[in-house]
Each structure stands twice: as C-alpha cells, then as structure tokens.
C-alpha cells in the first residue's frame, strides 16, 4: 500500500473509531471511599472489612461492561481518593496503586476527586457534552436516603464530609445525558429519596435501594433484608 492511501486509510479508521466511541457515549461509574478501622473496630456491625469493597464491585460491573458493549466503550471511573489513602495507611499497602493496576487492565479513564463538586463537574463538563453523552452513571460506596457519603466513617465516625446531596442534582446539566441512560445507585437506601430528585433534576431514572445493600457477596451488592426492593 502507498504511503499517502496508507496514511488515508489510518485517518479514515481513527475517525470511524471517534465516531463510534461518540455514539456509545460514556459510562460513568462512582466509587466511594471504605471506613476506617479505628470507627469501626467496636461497633456490632463494623463496615469495611476489606479496603476493596466498593472497588471490587465496580470491576466486576466494569467486565460485564466490556461483555456487553465490547472493548471500545468508554468507561470512566470517578474515584474518592482521599478515602483511599487513608484507609492504605492503615492497611500499610499503596491502595491507589491498586486502583490505577485496574486502570491499565481495563483500559479505564480514571479520575480522582476529593469532592461533590468535582462529581458534578465531571458531569457536566468531563467530556464535550454535545458529542460524548454519558450512556451510563452508577454508583458503589457509603449512602442513605438522601446522599452519596465519600468519605463515610473515615474522617469522623459514623458521619461524612465529603458527599453529594440531593439537594445538589439540579446543579447537574440533564442534557449530559443520553436518552435512555441506565442510572443505579447499589448504595444503602437510596431509592427512598434521592432516586426522585435525581429524575427531576436529570431526566433519567436512577434505580435505587429502599432497604440496605450487602457488598460481602464477592460480586456486585445484593439487598440485605428480605423485604428490601430496588425502585426507580
């Protein structure tokens, strides 16, 4: 082949591929950071056993992605990292350096945060949002019926610093999003409130829990309790 049709081809295949990626849109996943042991340690039902919880959960979602949609997806994933520097310090490991390894496997877009608001304008202006629209937003980590809690139990027991609160989505840019975006949240509670706020504030359904969720499963979370439900 020619060096200039060579070349031609190349362009072409880049382009085709730009497209397709722009027409899949992006796949956001939210990762929230675990407790701390020195909260924890006493309580009946400690949280957080393994550092991993939530960040397991999202691999195992993040391969059933790459299954469905194939390997082009664009894939995203939002990560608290203050919570995860913390709680390596106190297993005594490099806990980001175990978050970026997932990066490489799965060809991920990773990217820390500290902060709601970064989520938000992540949302909002992480992509060129009149090309790339999100196809996908779930979320795994700490919740309650009305927040998404980062940082739960980790800079003070049994509270939060670090969120995104209910009150928050109508900050978030509903034209980010595709039509027809699965939205979930595998977070404690979240469907008693927030799921009705986030539809108003986006227009999109967020499936969430009425009822708590169980991250021990070793795959994605399950319904703790019997007469726990996911709505949307």
């Known amino acids: 082949m020619k060096p200039r049709l060579a070349l031609l081809f190349l362009l072409t295949f880049l382009a085709t591929a730009a497209a397709q990626a722009q027409q899949q849109g992006e796949y956001i996943i939210l990762v929230g950071g675990p407790s701390l042991h020195q909260w924890e340690q ?20 993040t391969e059933q992605l790459r299954t469905e949609h194939g390997p082009d997806i664009m894939i995203t994933w939002l990560v608290y990292k203050p919570g ?19 990066r490489d496997k799965f060809h991920l877009n990773l990217v820390y945060f500290a902060r709601g608001a970064e989520v938000i304008n992540y949302l909002n202006a992480g992509q060129p949002r009149d090309q790339v ?3 996908g937003f779930e979320y795994f980590g700490h ?46 509670h979240t469907g008693e409130s927030m799921s009705k706020l986030w539809r108003d504030a986006t227009g999109t ?11 021990s499963t070793g795959e994605l979370p399950a319904l703790s309790r019997p007469g726990d439900r996911w709505v949307n």
């Open 42 to 61: 006493y309580k009946a039902q400690p949280h957080d056993h393994w550092w991993a919880n939530f960040v397991h959960s999202a691999r195992v979602r």
């Open 84 to 102: 995860y520097v913390d709680r390596g310090q106190q297993e005594h490991q490099d806990l980001i350096a175990n978050i970026n390894s997932v």
């Open 133 to 135: 629209k999100i196809a």
């Open 143 to 188: 919740s309650n019926r009305a927040c998404f809690l980062f940082d739960y139990s980790n800079v003070v027991d049994s509270a939060s610093k670090s969120w995104l609160h209910e009150s928050e989505l109508k900050k978030i840019d509903r034209h980010a999003f595709a039509r027809g975006a699965y939205v979930k949240s595998w977070g404690c």
């Open 205 to 215: 359904r967020m499936w969430g829990a009425v009822g708590k969720t169980d991250y």
